[in-house]
């Protein structure tokens, strides 16, 4: 099955500066991949996903890149502001509907 | 449009009793998957229903069951509480199909004592 890695487990930046946020993944059948925010005590939201036949997809301050020859993905956000902060989730979800999740990335930007 | 809801938010129950956790989807949503998320253990994926077939599932044991109505809400249910099974207990809910997002609920946060 599927695997999916992410690093780093915790990363914490000033604000304003940029945060990256890598993910792996195994499966070549695996063709979209959504990132989630989850907030302390809240839901994981859908922030940004991208599908294997994009590149790179941006929304304001977050953009995701996709690199199908080397099977990973990142999440890049800048300007990173204090509501920035909580744990990142990667996945990546095959053609069946099936999402495997990284282990989450507790990002904190401090003031 | 309203958003997933599960129901009960929150329960307590002793080890050895069982507990059905409801989750209603987006409407017009087939698909509905549940997680188990721990500290530190992430997104733990249980099982998946679409049209009333469970469709994908996870490395849990038996005791971890489900099921889905013909309106697509969604059941799960763990017998034998044991208290490694605290955990707060997401669902999702998406259209089912290939490169849909998941939409998920607030959860059910379950406590074995």
């Known amino acids: 099955g599927e695997n999916v890695e992410q690093h780093p487990s915790t990363l914490s930046v000033q604000e304003g500066d940029s945060a990256v946020i890598k993910c792996t993944y195994s499966d070549s059948a695996s063709n979209y991949f959504p990132w989630y925010k989850q907030e302390l005590g809240k839901r994981p939201q859908l922030i940004i996903d991208?599908?294997?036949?994009?590149g790179e997809k941006k929304d304001q301050r977050i953009a995701v890149t996709l690199n199908k020859t080397a099977k990973h993905f990142s999440l890049h956000i800048t300007e990173t502001q204090p509501e920035d902060s909580a744990v990142y989730f990667c996945a990546a979800s095959n053609p069946g509907n099936q999402f495997y999740f990284g282990t989450g990335t507790s990002l904190t930007v401090i003031p | 449009k309203a958003g997933v809801t599960q129901t009960p938010r929150y329960l307590i129950k002793t080890r050895g009793q069982q507990v059905t956790l409801s989750c209603s989807p987006i409407s017009g949503h087939r698909s509905v998957s549940w997680y188990q998320q721990t500290p530190g253990q992430g997104l733990q994926f249980l099982f998946e229903y679409f049209s009333e077939t469970q469709r994908n599932k996870g490395n849990f044991p038996g005791r971890f069951s489900g099921r889905q109505f013909s309106n697509s809400r969604s059941e799960m249910n763990v017998s034998t509480l044991e208290l490694g099974d605290s955990a707060l207990y997401l669902c999702?809910?998406?259209?089912?199909?290939?490169?849909?997002?998941?939409?998920f609920g607030s959860g059910t946060r379950l406590t074995v004592v």
């Open positions: 999702a809910s998406s259209l089912g199909q290939p490169a849909g997002g998941y939409t």
């Open positions: 991208i599908r294997s036949n994009v």
